[in-house]
């Protein structure tokens, strides 16, 4: 069965550095997600991507995140300087539509990639 | 602004039996969507259960059912015949409803811990 993976399974880096987390969608999914998960919190959304742009994000994905997709298969999500509340599990989704009315709208996810910063 | 709220942070039953997990949410929209997600250990999030608002049917797949209460903000899973594979952190969450397509911004509860004891 198809399914979503990520890249790394967990990072650990120094705060300040740059991160790039990689995530391969599922082939023939069009739109893409990127949401997170702070250690005891709730998972929450940061940017959803269409069409090679930004189609929605949150009050969380500010300038120090960035998303792309370099080259039609992968879908990355960069933070540029790391802060320690960066810390958490980041979570990459794809979905065959963006209408959740039917059933191609539904959101697959990867198993995550947990991010810790020093 | 949408919450999602799931009271009960970790739960167990025999298996064999039947549990039910709580949720509720706030919103002021009219159309929008509620999941039900699973999260093995390890694994990826999936959908279990969807549900329109719109609709009064509760919906139901296989052993798993919800109680949707739209005037009290409800929406109640529950698993009958629970399995040792039902074990898994599982998720509530709402999306709303917006033409074009939802984007896949989920807004998820805290999560509940299930554990089904042989």
């Known amino acids: 069965e198809p399914e979503v993976t990520q890249t790394p399974s967990h990072q650990v880096t120094q705060m300040g550095q740059e991160v790039i987390l990689r995530c391969v969608p599922i082939?023939?999914?069009?739109?893409f997600y990127w949401y997170r998960q702070i250690l005891g919190q709730k998972v929450e959304f940061l940017v959803s991507?269409?069409?090679?742009?930004?189609?929605?994000k949150s009050e969380i994905f500010d300038d120090q995140f960035s998303v792309e997709r370099p080259d039609g298969s992968n879908f990355t999500l960069k933070i540029r300087s790391t802060k320690l509340e960066d810390s958490a599990m980041y979570f990459c989704?794809?979905?065959?539509?963006?209408?959740?009315?039917?059933?191609?709208?539904?959101?697959?996810f990867g198993e995550g990639s947990r991010l810790t910063v020093l | 602004a949408q919450t999602v709220t799931q009271s009960q942070p970790e739960m167990s039953v025999q298996e064999a039996e039947t549990v039910t997990l709580s949720c509720t949410y706030d919103?002021?929209?009219?159309?929008?969507?509620l999941f039900w997600y699973k999260q093995p250990p390890s694994r990826q999030m999936i959908l279990v259960i969807r549900?329109?608002?719109?609709?009064?049917q509760n919906a139901t797949e296989n052993r798993f059912s919800v109680n949707f209460q739209k005037a009290a903000k409800s929406f109640s899973l529950k698993i009958s015949d629970s399995q040792l594979g039902d074990t898994a952190m599982y998720f509530c969450?709402?999306?709303?409803?917006?033409?074009?397509?939802?984007?896949?911004?989920?807004?998820f509860g805290k999560g509940t811990k299930l554990s089904v004891k042989p």
């Open positions: 989704a794809s979905s065959a539509s963006g209408g959740v009315v039917f059933d191609t709208g539904e959101l697959f």
């Open positions: 082939s023939n999914h069009l739109y």
């Open positions: 991507f269409y069409n090679n742009e930004i189609s929605e």
């Open positions: 919103t002021s929209e009219n159309n929008y969507y």
């Open positions: 549900q329109e608002a719109y609709k009064q």
């Open positions: 969450a709402f999306m709303k409803h917006s033409y074009g397509g939802s984007q896949g911004n989920l807004i």
